[in-house]
């Protein structure tokens, strides 16, 4: 104990320095900036500000990173913890996707989405952090690293993937059908982000279920019990499942891959945010919170109504 108490005073001291320096909302400043940048790209400059809006959104990500480190070495712990961190996790996730994204296509669409996920998640860990302390003691169920390292960060960084596909496929939707941007050539641009980022997520969802499965037997003697934060990380994977054996054998095309995307999106929104805030039963009482329910309902309606809206629009259009 006392060899440990002059790690302790330091860390004491370095998240006192952490605080004062703010690295996400510093973060959330320059995605704004970025996401700004890129649509003023799509209307003048389109080489300069592209680019300057990359390198701002690498900077971005790396001052995010920063903040995520910050607090493993505060903590003590791998970045997720709580629903706060998984939060800045998930936007974290999207963001280094996207720069991928936008290195490879180099059209902004990578780079906006990234940024927007980013400040959107961001801004909800904010909220998060005025419900408590978000370095918080540690359940026991959560008490093992090894876990915590594996299985947690899997399955959060196919959720981070799962956020920037539905953002790009709500804005393939928007430049469709208020924009004339959408020609041939980016709308098979923005299906293949999306579909490529797709098969991303099932992956890292599918093995970080599997993980937890594992863990859970560990912990509680069984490796599956229909638990509702289980029941809802299955569901998300089957509709992703769904979308992509569709997409696979010809039942949907690019815009059926849009809106299926978006419809998959608000399941990850349920086993990941609502699961959490609405059921508030199970055995992963130890995420449970309260708050945000209404924003959260208002976001995935909204989703539901823009797909039909759209798919009502385009079916009473092909047959005018």
Same mark, same amino acid.
């Given at each position: ?8 005073? +330091? ?15 510093? +973060? ?21 500000? #592209?680019?300057? @809006? ?39 996730? #999207? ?88 020609? %041939?050539?980016?709308? %098979?641009?923005? #299906? ?12 890292? +969802? ?40 569709? %997409? ?9 891959? @849009? #809106? ?59 047959? +005018?």
């Amino acid at each position: 104990f006392i060899a440990d108490f002059p790690d302790d005073i +330091s860390r004491v001291h370095y998240e006192r320095i952490f605080n004062g320096l703010q690295p996400f909302y510093i +973060s959330m400043q320059l995605y704004v900036l970025i996401f700004l940048a890129v649509c003023i790209s799509w209307l003048r400059w389109p080489k300069e500000l #592209a680019k300057a @809006a990359f390198w701002v959104l690498v900077l971005a990500f790396l001052i995010h990173t920063f903040g995520l480190l910050s607090r493993m070495y505060i903590q003590g712990r791998p970045p997720i913890t709580n629903l706060y961190s998984s939060a800045v996790f998930v936007g974290w996730g #999207a963001v280094l996707l996207g720069i991928f994204i936008e290195k490879f296509f180099k059209n902004g669409i990578g780079a906006a989405m990234a940024s927007l996920v980013g400040f959107c998640t961001l801004i909800i860990a904010h909220h998060l952090a005025m419900t408590g302390d978000t370095l918080e003691m540690m359940r026991a169920v959560l008490d093992s690293n090894f876990w915590l390292g594996t299985h947690v960060i899997t399955i959060t960084l196919g959720y981070s993937a799962t956020f920037l596909a539905g953002f790009i496929a709500l804005l393939y939707i928007f430049f469709g059908m208020f924009t004339p941007l959408l020609d %041939r050539k980016m709308a %098979r641009a923005m #299906a293949g982000m999306v579909y490529a980022i797709i098969c991303f997520a099932i992956l890292f +969802s599918f093995v970080g279920t599997v993980l937890g499965g594992i863990w859970a037997d560990q912990s509680w003697g069984r490796f599956w019990g229909w638990d509702p934060k289980e029941t809802w990380a299955f569901i998300a994977l089957m509709g992703y499942l769904a979308l992509l054996h569709a %997409r696979l054998v010809g039942m949907v095309k690019s815009f059926g891959l @849009a #809106a299926g995307s978006i419809i998959s999106f608000s399941l990850v929104i349920m086993a990941w945010y609502g699961v959490n805030y609405w059921l508030g039963a199970g055995l992963h009482s130890y995420g449970f919170g309260s708050g945000g329910v209404e924003y959260v309902s208002v976001f995935v309606m909204l989703h539901i109504i823009y797909v039909i809206f759209v798919g009502v629009f385009l079916k009473l259009k092909s047959k +005018s």
